[in-house]
């Protein structure tokens, strides 16, 4: 069965009319005869969304929640099914209820995709997980529910549902967004117009990169090379040398010219080894270009200029900024240096030649430690040709003994085996032997020997030249090896140092691993464990995965192959790699397990830090239980025994006030069982709330029963709006909040006092929130202690003995937290402390539904 295909309606903001754009998409598609049903829609009380609703079939939404609270989410089983051509799915990043069949939309809408359903849906901007601290910074306040960016990208069409700022103010303003009673506290803080237009520029900015992958995409599928100028991009070309920061300023000049380009520096890295690339002026170059707003990329390739070309046309580059080059003047000359390389393969793409102080100097270049090809045939050429113009430049000096002429043959062997190593100068050794027999050994004109210290000269000059070939040849070898081994501890310092600056993740890594080899794909496999011999995908980067490495594509085809360990293969597809490519791909390889088991040192880390965690809380409650609970214990110990004992001979007044001090001590063993279990949930992150619209004065009235009613005064505005929140537990939170005010502020009136507009300008989660604070003016708390006020087992030093075990405050911070909300201590004017508890604002009846982030679209 086909996958169905998804659409999604990106906002800047809540009330840009991305629902109401899904709508009119669903009616157009009916008109044209297509089976469109609603999922789901959050119309948030909008007589324009659900005056579009009409005429379409809804499917009767799904019902989730247990103890007594149950609340409507859609029916994805229902939806399957009913299994409509499309589905409207409002709101991609919900949260859905607990008892739900998955716990985000995303994931239902992912059930009907693989169905062949498709799926229209909308999601607003901060709701990307990427951009979650983006959002925080000019929001002041965190988007609370999240959608991977993965998830979105996925979608086969992304379209910006856009307004002008100025109008969504004047949206609000008249009321088609919010409530009456949120817009003062929406327009206080994610409504003001440097927000929306901020939020509108990021919208903007993500959607364009999209595009921009789209079109990468169609360019790589239809083959084409040719740079289309849709967007400004300047390459910079970086050899690792001085001249590299000015190569960059100019860079970054020219892209400052246009608005919305981007700035690329690119260092060409040797599979072998690249002399004079220093790794402190790179790094020191690679900050340059962070500090400008730029990227920095590493690829590897023999020809400089034509790795640089291949990397340019991968980005659709439109200029190219690359030095004047250092190189020999016979290079510039015969347009062999990079630069005039890169301008003759250029093609349509601008390249800037620039000037600097090292151009017109030569720097020294040290010799090349392989023995490449090109090497290995001059040494040939002139292990045939320099013997016979040796012996011809000496026929001119007959006055010269054997011996001379040994060693000046010998001289010429060693430059030979210099050149092009050990079996050019075999050859020229055996020429040069043959030429000194031949025309300086008596007789000469034969190749015969009459004088036998000849021939032991010959014997010890042929060994001398094949020795000296031997020694050239190994040390050779050992160069190229330890310009290898430079090569991959270069790159492993690079990736280390990448690491340490990105904290990259192996889909990361990977996408740098086939940018660096300018492959197509690149992927890591494990060894299947539930079939053994077999390997799995767990990772790859690219329009689509390598092949397996036990695939005859993988082993035959131009990609590479390299196990990094028995269990582990890191596969790159889509270009053809040399030895060194390969040798530089191991390194990757090795640093791909260093990342695998630093992630895996860190889950461990978080693991034993919880477990640390628990402990402690386990060791305090240990704690509480020897000190706090041995006292009620024996008191109660004690009243029992006494009343046995003394059956029927106690007045009656005494009876009662043992009966009394039983029950007493029995109510103070159940609080702090209460609390400690309490304790025990919220450190282990199994508490649970249950959320509904809840009425302030409610939570209060049954918070206070049991509390003496002296000294508490509660002072509520008659139109506080209800708020989202589990009533149990808010009970939980006022009464531990104002027990302990009544501890620590003896002698003080504790007011419990609500806003009239429940809201003010504070939000919490992104939302508007109602608050409630409790006010005393007792002795109050520094600020240095406001954090350890909330921490476990926590008592001031003047806390009165048998006064607790120290948990109301942690309780109530973790019971407010579970809701959406926040707890927050502030200094009360005039002296004392003063309690302020902040949840959202319920949108409904139905509020339990939606999640203390949902989004409004």
């Not at 393969?345 to 090292?358: A, F, K, T, Y």
């Not at 539904?849 to 409004?856: F, L, W």
């Amino acid at each position: 069965m086909a996958r169905g295909t998804l659409r999604i309606f990106l906002g800047a903001a809540p009330g840009v009319g991305k629902t109401f754009a899904m709508l009119q998409e669903a009616h157009q598609l009916r008109a044209g005869n297509r089976d469109v049903v609603v999922g789901v829609v959050a119309g948030h009380g909008r007589k324009e969304t659900w005056d579009l609703v009409a005429g379409l079939e809804v499917v009767s939404p799904g019902h989730a929640g247990w103890t007594g609270v149950v609340v409507q989410e859609m029916d994805v089983d229902a939806v399957l099914a009913r299994h409509p051509d499309v589905a409207v799915v409002d709101e991609y990043a919900h949260t859905n209820a607990l008892g739900s069949r998955n716990e985000h939309r995303w994931q239902d809408i992912e059930l009907l995709l693989s169905a062949g359903i498709n799926v229209l849906s909308t999601v607003s901007i901060q709701h990307l997980a990427s951009l979650e601290d983006v959002v925080s910074a000019i929001t002041g306040q965190p988007p609370g529910e999240t959608v991977p960016d993965d998830m979105v990208r996925r979608a086969d069409q992304i379209e910006l549902v856009d307004v002008a700022p100025e109008l969504l103010l004047e949206r609000l303003t008249a009321g088609n967004i919010y409530p009456a009673e949120m817009i003062d506290a929406a327009l206080a803080n994610e409504f003001r117009l440097g927000n929306l237009f901020a939020l509108r520029e990021i919208a903007l900015i993500w959607l364009a990169d999209r595009v921009d992958e789209g079109l990468a995409k169609y360019r790589a599928s239809e083959g084409i090379t040719a740079t289309w100028p849709a967007r400004e991009r300047v390459v910079v070309g970086l050899t690792g040398g001085p001249e590299g920061e000015a190569l960059i300023r100019r860079a970054a000049r020219i892209q400052s010219r246009v608005n919305g380009g981007d700035l690329l520096a690119v260092h060409v890295r040797r599979a072998e080894g690249q002399p004079g690339a220093a790794a402190q002026v790179l790094a020191s170059q690679r900050r340059l270009v962070t500090d400008l707003g730029g990227s920095y990329h590493t690829v590897v390739g023999e020809d400089a200029a034509e790795s640089l070309l291949e990397f340019a046309r991968s980005v659709n580059a439109t200029q190219i900024v690359v030095g004047v080059s250092r190189g020999r003047l016979a290079s510039r000359l015969l347009g062999r240096s990079v630069g005039a390389k890169v301008v003759k393969g250029s093609g349509d793409i601008d390249v800037h030649m620039v000037s600097h102080p090292l151009g017109a100097r030569t720097l020294p270049r040290p010799p090349s430690p392989v023995l490449g090809r090109a090497r290995t045939t001059a040494g040939f050429v002139l292990a045939v040709l320099l013997p016979v113009l040796i012996t011809t430049g000496l026929s001119f000096a007959p006055e010269l003994n054997l011996a001379t002429h040994v060693l000046v043959h010998l001289t010429g062997v060693i430059a030979v085996a210099f050149i092009g190593g050990l079996w050019p100068a075999v050859l020229a050794a055996v020429l040069d032997s043959l030429l000194l027999n031949y025309f300086e050994t008596e007789p000469v004109g034969t190749f015969n020997i009459s004088d036998p210290q000849n021939v032991f000269a010959l014997l010890v000059f042929l060994f001398a030249a094949v020795a000296v070939s031997l020694l050239v040849g190994v040390s050779a070898r050992r160069a190229a090896e330890a310009a290898r081994a430079r090569a991959a501890a270069a790159t492993l310092a690079d990736l280390a140092r990448d690491a340490l600056i990105a904290d990259d993740s192996v889909e990361a890594f990977l996408d740098k691993v086939r940018e660096t080899f300018q492959a197509k794909a690149a992927g890591l496999f494990t060894k299947a464990s539930e079939a053994p011999g077999s390997w799995e995908l767990e990772a790859f980067s690219g329009d689509g995965p390598p092949p397996s490495p036990d695939s005859d594509s993988a082993s035959s085809g131009p990609g590479a192959v390299e196990l990094a360990d028995p269990d582990t293969a890191l596969v790159v597809s889509g270009r053809a790699l040399t030895a060194g490519d390969r040798r530089l791909l191991a390194a990757h390889g090795v640093h791909l397990l260093l990342l695998r088991e630093r992630d895996a040192l860190h889950r461990r880390l978080t693991n034993t830090a919880k477990l640390a965690e628990g402990n402690s809380i386990r060791t305090s409650i240990l704690r509480a239980v020897g000190h706090d609970l041995r006292t009620p214990l024996a008191g109660i110990k004690l009243a029992v025994t006494a009343l046995q004992r003394q059956k029927g001979r106690l007045p009656a007044e005494v009876e009662t006030e043992m009966l009394d001090t039983i029950e007493s001590y029995s109510d103070r063993l159940d609080g702090l069982i209460a609390s400690l279990l309490d304790m025990s949930r919220i450190s282990s992150g199994s508490t649970a709330p249950l959320t509904a619209p809840v009425i302030w004065r409610d939570a209060i009235e049954d918070a206070l029963r049991g509390l003496p009613a002296d000294g508490i005064r509660v002072d509520l505005a008659p139109n506080m709006p209800p708020v989202d929140a589990d009533l149990g537990m808010l009970e939980r939170v006022i009464a531990n909040i104002v027990e302990n005010a009544l501890k620590y502020a003896a002698g003080s009136d504790i007011v419990i006092v609500g806003p009239s507009s429940g809201a003010g300008a504070a939000t919490v989660n992104g939302r508007p929130c109602g608050e409630l604070h409790i006010v005393d003016h007792g002795q109050g708390v520094s600020a240095a202690n406001v954090i350890a006020m909330f921490q476990p087992f926590q008592r001031l030093n003047d806390a009165p003995e048998g006064s607790g075990v120290g948990l109301g405050l942690a309780i109530a911070k973790g019971f407010t937290e579970a809701m959406g909300g926040q707890l927050i201590a502030q200094s009360t004017p005039g002296g004392g402390l003063t309690m302020v508890i902040r949840l959202p604002l319920s949108a409904g009846p139905h509020a339990a539904a939606d999640s203390p982030e949902d989004e409004r679209g």
